[in-house]
């Protein structure tokens, strides 16, 4: 196979200890200037989420061949999430995680790990008792008030947890496909930020939930949905506590409250560079502060095929066990698709098959990654 087509051994090694890889001009200029084009001459309220010219920057490029190489197969994209973060300064308002926005660090990033669900943040500090706090909030959803239920989704479409017995409240695939479009080689121009290095404390955290009593996510062990600490007392907790704890140090940057919160690195890229990652890596869009121009991203959620064979997963979903809006979808006899999901997320490279001789070369205590 050309290079071209696939990871070198060295970024396939960087892969696998930082959690993403960036691919230098995989994408060639012309379809970059036909994406970026049709994204500036949208109409009001236009979805382009299934515009050719985004789902062609994995399909009709270099991206198919190179996941397939590393990863396997998997469904080409039918849809996209058109990513653009427009110029601002920070603001006043109340953000997901219950902080004011200037208040926080590192141009604003909400570190998390994908799959879990939103709901507008409050713009009051909420009173009563955690309970109440924690029904109201998810009342405000597009379902209505539901109380605590599978069928609850967030403004994101993602379900409050996936399977009906509500052990597991994250979604889940195998990679993320991030397309640059502008230039994003200087920090604070939006671009997406990742704790690098993170995905092996998810995977470890992950195994650690599993092994106490079968739940993963949040509202599994050592992980509570919501943080009634945080400035507004209905703050989510995107990311473990513990995983938090262990990318905190004296370098860290804090909010007015005292609280440290772990630096992520700002992938810093140019026009038609790709940047993959792996599902369990925490990340965050960031505030464009410093940008000539809204930051213009395009992202991919792929799952490898062999977790679901006969299930189409869009490209956009972040919960493809369910359906987009959380519709509940029919599986066979004995396939279970939550734990399916729940080994992926344990197992993190289960579903790289193009990986297994390198993981198995560089997990080794003297491989000196």
Same mark, same amino acid.
């Given at each position: 196979?050309?290079?071209?087509?696939?990871?070198?051994?060295?970024?396939?090694?960087?892969?696998?200890?930082?959690?993403?890889?960036?691919?230098?001009?995989?994408?060639?200029?012309?379809?970059?200037?036909?994406?970026?084009?049709?994204?500036?001459?949208?109409?009001? =309220?236009?979805?382009?989420?299934?515009?050719?010219?985004?789902?062609?920057?994995?399909?009709?490029? #270099?991206?198919?061949?190179?996941?397939?190489?590393?990863?396997?197969?998997?469904?080409?994209?039918?849809?996209?999430?058109?990513?653009?973060?427009?110029?601002?300064?920070? =603001?006043?308002?109340?953000?997901?995680?219950?902080?004011?926005?200037?208040?926080?660090?590192?141009?604003?990033?909400?570190?998390?790990?994908?799959?879990?669900?939103?709901?507008?943040?409050?713009? %009051?500090?909420?009173?009563?008792?955690?309970? %109440?706090?924690?029904?109201?909030? &998810?009342?405000?959803?597009?379902?209505?008030?539901?109380?605590?239920?599978?069928?609850?989704?967030?403004?994101?479409?993602?379900?409050?947890?996936?399977?009906?017995?509500?052990?597991?409240?994250?979604?889940?695939?195998? #990679?993320?496909?991030?397309?640059?479009?502008?230039?994003?080689?200087?920090?604070?121009? =939006?671009?997406?930020?990742?704790?690098?290095?993170?995905?092996?404390?998810?995977?470890?955290?992950?195994?650690?939930?599993?092994?106490? +009593?079968?739940?993963?996510?949040?509202?599994?062990?050592?992980?509570?949905?919501?943080?009634?600490?945080?400035?507004?007392?209905?703050?989510?907790?995107?990311?473990?506590?513990?995983?938090?704890?262990? &990318?905190?140090?004296?370098?860290?940057?804090?909010?007015?409250?005292?609280?440290?919160?772990?630096?992520?690195?700002?992938?810093?890229?140019?026009?038609?560079?790709?940047?993959?990652?792996?599902?369990?890596?925490?990340?965050?869009?960031?505030? +464009?502060?410093?940008?000539? %121009?809204?930051?213009?991203?395009?992202?991919?959620?792929?799952?490898?095929?062999?977790?679901?064979?006969?299930?189409?997963? +869009?490209?956009?979903?972040?919960?493809?066990?369910?359906?987009?809006?959380?519709?509940?979808?029919?599986? %066979?006899?004995?396939?279970?698709?939550?734990?399916?999901?729940?080994?992926?997320?344990?197992?993190?490279?289960?579903?790289?098959?193009?990986? =297994?001789?390198?993981?198995?070369?560089?997990?080794?205590?003297? #491989?000196?990654?």
């Amino acid at each position: 196979m050309h290079l071209a087509e696939s990871m070198t051994r060295q970024q396939k090694r960087d892969f696998y200890r930082d959690g993403y890889v960036i691919l230098k001009n995989v994408v060639p200029q012309a379809m970059v200037d036909a994406a970026h084009a049709r994204i500036e001459s949208r109409g009001e =309220g236009e979805n382009l989420a299934k515009a050719p010219e985004m789902t062609d920057l994995v399909n009709a490029t #270099a991206v198919t061949p190179i996941l397939n190489d590393a990863m396997g197969r998997f469904d080409p994209p039918i849809a996209s999430q058109v990513a653009v973060i427009p110029r601002s300064q920070p =603001g006043g308002r109340f953000n997901s995680v219950g902080y004011v926005d200037r208040d926080m660090p590192y141009y604003g990033a909400q570190t998390h790990v994908d799959g879990s669900t939103t709901m507008p943040a409050p713009q %009051e500090v909420q009173e009563g008792t955690p309970e %109440e706090i924690y029904r109201r909030y &998810f009342a405000t959803g597009p379902k209505g008030d539901l109380g605590r239920s599978p069928d609850v989704i967030g403004i994101n479409m993602v379900p409050l947890f996936e399977d009906p017995a509500m052990t597991l409240g994250l979604g889940s695939f195998t #990679a993320f496909v991030i397309v640059c479009l502008n230039d994003q080689t200087v920090e604070g121009c =939006g671009q997406t930020a990742l704790l690098k290095g993170a995905h092996h404390s998810v995977e470890r955290f992950f195994r650690w939930q599993y092994e106490t +009593n079968g739940h993963l996510g949040p509202e599994g062990p050592g992980w509570p949905r919501l943080n009634y600490d945080a400035p507004n007392r209905c703050g989510l907790v995107y990311i473990p506590p513990a995983v938090g704890e262990e &990318f905190i140090d004296e370098t860290s940057e804090s909010t007015p409250d005292g609280r440290r919160w772990p630096r992520p690195t700002q992938i810093l890229m140019e026009p038609g560079d790709v940047c993959i990652t792996i599902y369990q890596i925490p990340h965050s869009g960031t505030r +464009n502060e410093r940008g000539t %121009e809204s930051r213009k991203n395009v992202i991919f959620r792929i799952r490898n095929k062999s977790r679901q064979p006969d299930k189409l997963v +869009n490209g956009i979903t972040d919960h493809p066990d369910r359906g987009q809006y959380g519709e509940w979808l029919e599986y %066979e006899e004995g396939n279970d698709p939550w734990e399916r999901s729940k080994y992926a997320m344990c197992h993190m490279w289960h579903e790289w098959e193009g990986m =297994g001789e390198v993981v198995a070369e560089v997990a080794r205590p003297d #491989a000196g990654v």
